[in-house]
């Protein structure tokens, strides 16, 4: 009796795993499925995991229409290299002193750091404040340094580096070396699973900036990726309310690019996560243990 | 989880802190010229912090500071210190909160919403992670790990085509569903009340394979005897969740609930304007506060009510984080910020 109700209740915790992972994997097979198909069968029968006619006339169109994808790609990829190696360096530094047990005035920058936490001033002033004061208005700057430092991630670093043994950079000192060249040479080496996380969530979190560019972006040249797929989103969503009132609106939604070209859109800004996420997701998952488990 | 460490640490720096400044006040004389000491000795550490220290005093503290435009009207030709008060001082304030039923609604969705997300996503979170645990098999349970993890890596700007794939009222999957079962279709995108269930949905999608990861690590921090002994007595595998594995989680559900019930007054901004396309129809249980001012301030241009509310929200913010900081703290001393 009791083993009958044992495999019961296992059978039920297979089926709640397996029908959520499928569930998690679905819509992105469903883009991919949606970007290869005529229009025509969209409309007609509905979005399909795999259409029955394959074509590629959405990423034909999308080709055609080049400049803007490539443009938006080169933003991103810009953007994600400077501002990852700067976040972990910036961020890396502050944790190397908030780390060192005797320095000076340690406590009083932890607090410095800390208070950064726990309030904030809003969205209203730090739009004015990097707007009217520091000129970030359509400027490469916008996307990269806002997000540069993170009292997380700080934290973060500066527990790991903590574990350091003080001896390390007491004999390297001993030999001459300056205090950059300890933080470089030897504390980003030792802390390489810390650092791995760091540098693996600050990348996916410039990859996937759209409010940055949302807020302080208005020339489309500097348009980040996500940035790009937002707006063509939103000019279908407004054709297609006003397509309903207007003739014109419905004229121009014809020439506009349908469904399979927002799903290719799609396919064409992930694509690069997607492709990598087999290979990274292991040091995500020990990323999320290091700050779980005390490392 | 990756917060609960650190907070452990914070509450000793605290505690530095103050007993530093006790220290430094006695020695007051010599405060002057070991600062100088100090800097000579360590100035090259000092040089590497700045960078940091400059980067959040931007962007940080001069908008803590920028919190004043609340009480100003404020122009953008004069700046924050140029513009003029407001007269009487509380007027945008008042604007806010009289017969502001917008403002009101954006309050009550942000909260409402935020407690939904907070009850359905703690619940499905724990019992997933509960459930990957118990799948003997390495390789489907890698699997499936994978794969509920996946969603956490899309911006939000992805998930709301995805949500257009399924919900749309031509093309959409669950639209064809319906169709497919002889029903009729359902304007999901016209239709507010539909709303709640779906961002909750949407929530649970995108985040519940990393809170699983997160509580999955602390299982897996459980000391095995306790299992063992359980099963010497004769305990099934469903009683030792019960009996061992929630109690032992406990303190780990309340305080991360408690750091999300402190971040209330915050919605996730992506969420709620890429995954509703920002469509006003869906204004009534979907607008909150961060969308509220977003329009304000970007569409409308009302600078004097979005920093109002603004205002509003952090400052509630900051009482609803010491709040429940504090409980946190009652509850268990070591896993408090401060």
Same mark, same amino acid.
């Given at each position: 009796?009791?083993?009958?109700?044992?495999?019961?209740?296992?059978?039920?915790?297979?089926?709640?795993?397996?029908?959520?992972?499928?569930?998690?994997?679905?819509?992105?097979?469903l883009?991919?499925?949606?970007?290869?198909?005529?229009?025509?069968?969209?409309?007609?029968?509905?979005?399909k995991?795999?259409?029955?006619?394959?074509t +590629?006339?959405?990423?034909? =169109?999308?080709?055609? %229409?080049? %400049?803007?994808i490539?443009n938006?790609?080169?933003?991103t990829?810009?953007?994600?290299?400077?501002?990852?190696?700067?976040?972990?360096?910036? %961020?890396?530094?502050?944790?190397y002193g908030?780390?060192?047990?005797q320095?000076?005035?340690?406590?009083?920058v %932890?607090?410095?750091?800390?208070?950064?936490?726990? +309030?904030?001033?809003?969205?209203?002033?730090?739009?004015?404040?990097?707007?009217?004061?520091?000129?970030?208005?359509?400027?490469?700057?916008?996307?990269?340094v806002?997000?540069?430092?993170?009292?997380?991630?700080?934290f973060?670093?500066?527990?790991?580096?903590?574990?350091?043994?003080e001896?390390?950079?007491e004999?390297?000192k001993l030999d001459?070396a300056?205090?950059f060249?300890? +933080? +470089?040479?030897?504390?980003?080496?030792?802390?390489?699973?810390?650092?791995?996380t760091?540098?693996?969530f600050?990348?996916?979190?410039?990859?996937?900036?759209?409010?940055?560019?949302?807020?302080?972006?208005?020339?489309?040249?500097?348009?980040p990726l996500?940035?790009? =797929?937002?707006?063509?989103?939103a000019?279908?969503?407004?054709?297609?309310?006003?397509?309903?009132?207007?003739?014109? @609106?419905?004229?121009?939604l @014809?020439?506009?690019?349908?469904?399979?070209?927002?799903?290719?859109?799609?396919?064409?800004?992930?694509?690069?996560i997607?492709?990598?996420?087999?290979?990274?997701?292991?040091y995500?998952?020990?990323?999320?243990?290091?700050?779980?488990?005390?490392? | 989880?990756?917060?609960?460490s650190?907070?452990?640490?914070?509450?000793?720096e605290?505690?530095?802190?103050?007993?530093?400044?006790?220290?430094a006040?006695e020695?007051r004389?010599?405060?002057?010229?070991?600062?100088?000491?100090?800097?000579?000795?360590? !100035?090259?550490?000092?040089l590497?912090?700045?960078?940091?220290?400059?980067?959040?005093?931007?962007?940080?503290? /001069?908008?803590?500071?920028? /919190?004043?435009?609340?009480?100003?009207?404020?122009?953008?030709?004069?700046?924050?210190?140029?513009s003029? !008060?407001?007269?009487?001082w509380?007027? *945008?304030?008042?604007?806010?909160?009289k017969?502001?039923? *917008?403002?009101?609604?954006?309050?009550?969705?942000?909260v409402?919403? *935020? /407690?939904?997300?907070?009850?359905?996503?703690?619940?499905?979170?724990?019992?997933?992670a509960?459930?990957?645990?118990?799948?003997?098999n390495?390789q489907?349970?890698?699997?499936?790990?994978?794969?509920?993890?996946?969603?956490?890596?899309?911006s939000?700007?992805v998930?709301g085509?995805?949500?257009?794939?399924?919900?749309?009222?031509?093309?959409?999957?669950?639209?064809?569903?319906?169709?497919?079962?002889?029903?009729?279709?359902?304007?999901?995108?016209?239709?507010?009340?539909?709303?709640?269930?779906?961002?909750?949905?949407?929530?649970? !999608?995108?985040?519940?394979?990393?809170n699983a990861?997160?509580?999955?690590?602390?299982?897996?921090?459980?000391?095995?005897?306790?299992?063992?002994?359980?099963? $010497?007595?004769?305990?099934?595998?469903?009683q030792?969740? !019960?009996?061992?594995?929630?109690?032992?989680?406990?303190?780990?559900? $309340?305080?991360?609930?408690?750091?999300?019930?402190?971040?209330?007054? *915050?919605a996730?901004?992506?969420l709620?304007?890429?995954v509703?396309?920002?469509?006003?129809?869906?204004?009534?249980?979907?607008?909150?506060?961060?969308?509220?001012?977003f329009?304000?301030l970007?569409?409308t241009?009302d600078?004097?009510?979005?920093?109002a509310t603004?205002?509003?929200q952090?400052?509630?913010?900051?009482?609803?984080?010491?709040?429940?900081?504090?409980?946190?703290?009652?509850?268990?001393?070591?896993?408090a910020?401060?």
């Open positions: 009796m009791k083993k009958e109700k044992m495999t019961v209740g296992k059978a039920l915790v297979y089926i709640y795993v397996i029908l959520f992972a499928l569930i998690c994997l679905y819509p992105f097979l883009t991919m499925g949606g970007s290869l198909m005529t229009d025509r069968e969209a409309t007609l029968e509905g979005f995991v795999i259409p029955s006619d394959i +590629f006339d959405s990423y034909r =169109l999308i080709w055609a %229409n080049k %400049n803007m490539l938006g790609y080169k933003v990829i810009i953007v994600t290299i400077l501002g990852t190696c700067c976040s972990v360096i910036v %961020n890396g530094m502050m944790g908030l780390s060192r047990r320095l000076p005035g340690r406590a009083v %932890n607090l410095y750091v800390l208070i950064t936490m726990l +309030f904030n001033g809003g969205m209203v002033s730090w739009y004015i404040v990097c707007s009217r004061y520091l000129h970030l208005k359509d400027t490469l700057f916008a996307l990269i806002p997000s540069l430092v993170n009292a997380w991630n700080i973060l670093i500066r527990n790991y580096f903590s574990g350091v043994p001896e390390m950079s004999s390297a001459g300056s205090e060249t300890i +933080f +470089f040479r030897i504390y980003l080496i030792l802390a390489k699973p810390v650092i791995a760091v540098t693996l600050a990348a996916l979190g410039y990859w996937n900036d759209w409010w940055l560019g949302l807020m302080l972006i208005d020339n489309t040249e500097l348009h996500q940035m790009l =797929l937002r707006s063509m989103m000019n279908i969503q407004y054709l297609q309310t006003m397509s309903q009132q207007s003739s014109e @609106a419905q004229s121009m @014809a020439n506009v690019p349908g469904n399979g070209v927002k799903m290719a859109m799609t396919v064409i800004t992930t694509g690069p997607i492709l990598l996420y087999p290979f990274l997701q292991r995500f998952m020990k990323g999320i243990m290091v700050g779980a488990v005390k490392g | 989880m990756l917060e609960f650190i907070l452990n640490d914070l509450s000793k605290g505690m530095k802190v103050l007993k530093r400044k006790v220290t006040a020695n004389k010599s405060v002057g010229g070991r600062l100088l000491v100090a800097l000579k000795r360590h !100035w090259q550490v000092y590497m912090m700045l960078p940091a220290a400059v980067l959040l005093f931007l962007f940080a503290y /001069l908008p803590m500071g920028g /919190l004043v435009i609340a009480f100003k009207d404020y122009q953008f030709r004069d700046g924050i210190w140029g003029a !008060w407001m007269d009487p509380y007027r *945008n304030f008042e604007i806010l909160f017969n502001n039923a *917008n403002a009101m609604r954006a309050i009550r969705n942000t409402l919403l *935020n /407690l939904l997300f907070i009850v359905g996503g703690t619940v499905f979170s724990l019992a997933l509960l459930a990957l645990n118990e799948v003997t390495k489907l349970k890698k699997i499936c790990q994978s794969f509920s993890f996946l969603p956490y890596f899309v939000t700007v998930v085509i995805f949500v257009t794939g399924m919900l749309g009222y031509e093309s959409g999957v669950v639209n064809r569903f319906i169709t497919a079962l002889s029903g009729e279709k359902v304007a999901f995108y016209m239709n507010p009340a539909y709303w709640p269930i779906i961002l909750l949905i949407v929530n649970i !999608w995108k985040g519940a394979g990393y990861v997160v509580y999955l690590a602390t299982i897996s921090g459980f000391d095995e005897t306790y299992y063992e002994a359980a099963k $010497i007595d004769g305990a099934s595998r469903a030792q969740i !019960w009996y061992i594995s929630l109690p032992l989680l406990k303190p780990t559900v $309340i305080i991360m609930t408690l750091l999300s019930i402190g971040r209330i007054m *915050n996730d901004f992506g709620f304007y890429n509703t396309g920002d469509s006003p129809l869906l204004y009534p249980t979907t607008d909150v506060l961060d969308t509220y001012i329009r304000a970007r569409e241009g600078i004097g009510m979005s920093s603004s205002f509003f952090s400052v509630v913010g900051f009482v609803m984080v010491v709040l429940s900081n504090w409980i946190a703290r009652k509850y268990e001393k070591d896993s910020l401060f």
